[in-house]
């Protein structure tokens, strides 16, 4: 099961920077997310989401790839794959999969104007490589699915103490 964690950050660019080392520590294999998102929340109180995972495009991939198989049956693979495609990105734009888009926007309408938050489902990580490179940013935990003891553990650290 992945737990959740949600870091604030005092502007987009720190949010984005995060989300970038955590691509970095994906390919070192010392972070697995299931999901992420950055959300912030502009000078004049816009939100703004933005997920990392789509699974319309995925669905539409996946679509298109069975379309073209089924379509090869029926000597009609262009059309196999443009209904496969279709299909695909219906079924992913409906499937729902990691972060809760509903949770995430209730989380982000507690921002402050000009602060970001990132949102990440982690399946399994090194911990203490993680906050140690997390550190520079500066986060704030935000909410976390963890126990009490392991969140007051993350908070201690990424503050530094």
Do not use: C
């Not at 319309?56 to 069975?66: I, K, N, R």
């Amino acid at each position: 099961m992945a737990d959740l964690v949600v870091l604030g950050f005092s502007d987009r660019e720190k949010a984005e920077a995060v989300l970038r080392l955590a691509r970095d520590l994906s390919r070192q294999e010392l972070l697995d997310l299931e999901d992420a998102a950055l959300t912030w929340r502009t000078v004049d109180g816009k939100i703004h989401v933005r997920q990392t995972y789509s699974t319309t495009g995925h669905g539409a991939a996946g679509g298109a790839l069975w379309g073209s198989l089924l379509g090869l049956l029926f000597l009609m693979p262009v059309f196999g794959a443009a209904v496969g495609a279709a299909t695909g990105a219906v079924a992913g734009k409906l499937n729902d999969i990691g972060l809760n888009d509903a949770f995430v926007k209730e989380i982000a309408s507690t921002l402050e104007p000009g602060r970001a938050a990132v949102f990440a489902l982690v399946r399994r990580s090194t911990p203490d490589r993680v906050r140690e490179a997390l550190l520079p940013f500066n986060p704030i935990v935000i909410r976390t699915s963890l126990t009490k003891d392991r969140e007051e553990e993350l908070v201690a650290a990424l503050q530094g103490t």
